[in-house]
């Protein structure tokens, strides 16, 4: 089965368009990630749990730089290295991060933080349950005894089928001022999984040339109370889950938030 369908696949057998990796577009990353909602949150964690903490699937660095104004040990890892050196040309001259190249299902690092956090719904591209044990059993073994795991998470049911497109993002390039506007749309597939279809309208003025992209990826939505058992299967004990970043009481909804801690 394609991993492209409807308009992003009609664009690409026409020639309109040329496919992407995720993370080949590096440039527009911090153009498409601009959430804050989470920050607080996950700050507030570390800094009252202090010592260090790793950044699971740090990205561009969101995270990474405010945790360690706080005078925290800070680690990122992340599997793409091109996110890795964006990362590093946005943290500047802070030598108070240290980031390293893995995967967040099999790292081996040599050492224990305090706090591990996975933000931005990183977790939605491990397909399996299997996938998942493996990314909460490295958590652990990098965990000093009563350290800390937080990390966001999408629920719920997805419709089989292709969905309608959806805007995800329109915005100008602070540095390039290229025009960016991004269309999702999503196929819901078997088994709780979601194919995804991105097609990316790049309008560059100073040149009048544009260019459209269409990036391909595949998510997995897990219910709270399958999450919550993996977690605790891993030997974690359930502190809180939440449905949201304020802490309130999850009661069903599509985002949810797990704070565990090693035993």
Partial sequence: MSKYFGFAQELLDKGLARPTGVYEQVELYDLLVQTTDDRDFYLSLAEKKGGSVLDLA???????KPLAELGLE??????SRAMLDLARQNLGENKN???????MRSFSLGVKFNTIIIPYFSLIYMLTDAER???????????????????????????????????ALQGIHPISGEVLISVVQIKGLAGNLRQLNQINYCLKPA??????????SKEALVSADRMEKLVSDCNFSIEGVYGGYLREK??????CVIVARKC
């Fill in 250 to 255: 999850y009661t069903g909804g599509e985002e």
């Fill in 207 to 216: 040149a009048q040339t544009y260019e459209i992209t269409v990036q391909a």
């Fill in 74 to 79: 800070v680690v990122g890892l992340d599997l």
């Fill in 133 to 167: 044990k493996s990314v909460f059993q490295q958590c652990w073994k990098h965990l000093h005894e009563g350290g800390l795991l937080a990390f966001d998470f999408l629920t719920g049911e997805i419709e089989e089928g292709e969905h309608w497109p959806a805007l």
């Fill in 58 to 64: 740090c990205g561009s660095g969101r995270l990474l």
């Fill in 97 to 103: 991060v240290h980031l390293i190249q893995g995967d």
